[in-house]
């Protein structure tokens, strides 16, 4: 079992920039992949980014390649995911997930509660 609680959210203008940040728990945080994924209001959860347990490889989505960067820390139980040059089409709740893999396609198994950005323009 896997506990999530994202923070950082909060409102900014197009150009800048936030850091999220997902606290999990648990002894086997390092076992896991962890990931990022938003909703927009009247739109299907998507994708945004994850990072596999030893922080080897790392998927994006096309929309925030470039501009987004997600990172760990282990010895924290801590996920990270850097903003830069956002977009009011950024604006939506975030959301931390861990599971054993996570792909632009899985369905993670545990998700945390959410942190709403939004960009103004």
């Known amino acids: 079992q896997v506990q999530l609680v994202e923070s950082g959210g909060g409102l900014v203008q197009a150009g800048g920039s936030l850091r999220l940040s997902c606290a999990a728990s648990?002894?086997?945080?390092?076992?896991?992949?962890m990931g990022w994924f938003r909703q927009a209001p009247g739109k299907e959860r998507e994708f945004v980014a994850s990072i596999t347990s030893s922080s080897g490889v790392k998927y994006y989505a096309a929309s925030v390649k470039g501009r987004f960067s997600i990172s760990r820390d282990n010895t924290k139980n801590t996920v990270y995911l850097q903003m830069n040059s956002l977009k009011p089409e950024d604006t939506a709740v975030y959301y931390c997930?861990?599971?054993?893999?996570?792909?632009?396609?899985?369905?993670?198994?545990?998700w945390g509660q959410g942190t709403q950005v939004t960009v103004s323009s």
């Open positions: 648990g002894r086997t945080f390092s076992s896991y992949a």
């Open positions: 997930a861990a599971d054993r893999v996570i792909t632009i396609t899985t369905i993670p198994a545990y």
